[in-house]
C-alpha cells in the first residue's frame, strides 16, 4: 500500500473544512475528504498554551498527489501553519484502492 495515503488536515470551522474538503475533492488531491466536527485542539503557540475547537479533515489520496496538496494547502488553509499528517495504510481494500487511484489522476491523466 505504498501510495495510498490517509491525510489528518485539521480546519478552524464547518464552513472551512466543507470548503477545503470539496476543493481537494474537486481539483482531484482526494478521492474523498471525511469531516468530523467536535474535535478540540491543545497545543504551544507563540509561548503559549492554546485551545481551538475545529474539525478534524480524513482525505484519502495516492502519495503522488501529496506534493501538490501540501503546495495548494499552504495557500488555501487560513492557519499559518495548516496541519497536514500523512500517514500510510497497511491495508486496504482491492476495490477501494482502484476507486481511489482512478479518482486522483490529475485532469487528462492516464
Excluded at 41 to 51: A, C, F, L
Excluded at 80 to 92: F, H, K, W, Y
Amino acid at each position: 500500500m505504498d501510495g495510498a495515503r490517509v491525510v489528518l488536515i485539521s480546519a478552524p470551522d464547518q464552513d472551512t473544512a466543507e470548503r477545503l474538503a470539496r476543493e481537494m475533492v474537486e481539483q482531484r488531491l482526494a478521492a474523498c475528504v471525511n469531516g468530523l466536527p467536535g474535535a478540540f485542539s491543545i497545543y504551544r503557540w507563540q509561548g503559549s498554551i492554546e485551545r481551538a475547537s475545529e474539525v478534524l479533515l480524513i482525505a484519502k489520496t495516492d502519495a503522488a498527489r501529496m506534493p501538490e496538496l501540501l503546495t495548494w494547502l499552504e495557500r488555501a488553509h487560513p492557519y499559518e501553519v495548516p496541519e497536514c499528517i500523512a500517514l500510510s495504510p497497511s491495508e486496504m481494500s482491492p476495490r477501494y484502492r482502484e476507486w481511489l487511484e482512478q479518482e486522483t489522476q490529475p485532469e487528462g491523466g492516464a
